[in-house]
């Protein structure tokens, strides 16, 4: 089955700008989470969302949102844009209910300039 | 979640097998260890992971020591591809009904010589 994709791949923007990512689970997966990787914090945890409702949150400042539709798909947004928001942003998916494996895209890296 | 330590690089010679240390002596009875792999610019990808018995699938093995403080993951016959920066987690199991949250370390660079 297709696996996890995200749109776009690449994104340029420019500071004070706002951007929204796109996340596409697993056929049958309603849990979509969201991570940042940054060169200097690694991979952190945004939040997670399960059947249109955010469960978990990561310590991230209200900028950063996100949303799930009623096909699972998610968004997220990122809201007046800084040069440390530039990032490669994960998706990852899993049934949201019981298991081991957490199902990662490839991402998408933003720019901010 | 338990913290971990891990060397942050290693080398092996392609068609060697690769041994990845883990330590995490803080690890509670019901944190499971887990390991996934990051490949250059991808998204990272699930390896196996376990409690206390040695585990073993079509990727990788995984030997945990019996006190459970420490664990080495095993890839038996390296290949160019298996270059990755590869994590070690430990975490209670499964994922699920809200605690989906992967708590990532900065992970081993293993390099696969040709």
């Known amino acids: 089955k297709a696996g996890v994709t995200q749109t776009p791949r690449y994104l340029i923007k420019t500071r004070g700008q706002q951007v929204t990512l796109s996340c596409s689970p697993i056929?049958?997966?309603?849990?979509v989470s969201w991570y940042q990787q940054t060169p200097g914090q690694g991979l952190q945890f945004l939040f997670e969302y399960f059947s249109e409702t955010q469960r978990n949150k990561g310590n991230f400042p209200g900028r950063f949102s996100g949303r799930q539709f009623s096909n699972s798909r998610s968004e997220m947004n990122v809201s007046t844009l800084e040069l440390g928001d530039s990032a490669l942003y994960l998706c990852?998916?899993?049934?949201?209910?019981?298991?081991?494996?957490?199902?990662f895209g490839p991402g998408t890296r933003l720019t901010v300039t | 979640d338990a913290k971990t330590t891990q060397p942050p690089s290693m080398d092996c010679a392609e068609g060697r097998a690769a041994n990845l240390p883990c330590n995490h002596s803080t690890i509670s009875g019901n944190e499971y260890v887990y390991w996934y792999r990051q490949i250059h610019s991808q998204g990272p990808q699930y390896i196996i992971h376990g409690l206390k018995n040695n585990e073993t699938n079509e990727m990788a093995s995984l030997i945990i020591t019996e006190d459970r403080k420490s664990n080495t993951l095993i890839l038996p016959h390296a290949t160019l591809r298996d270059t990755a920066v590869y994590y070690c987690?430990?975490?209670?199991?499964?994922?699920?009904?809200?605690?989906?949250?992967?708590?990532f370390g900065t992970g081993t660079r293993l390099t696969i010589i040709p």
């Open positions: 056929s049958g997966h309603r849990s």
């Open positions: 987690i430990v975490r209670v199991a499964p994922l699920g009904f809200g605690n989906e949250k992967l708590t």
């Open positions: 990852a998916s899993t049934s949201g209910q019981s298991s081991y494996e957490q199902y």
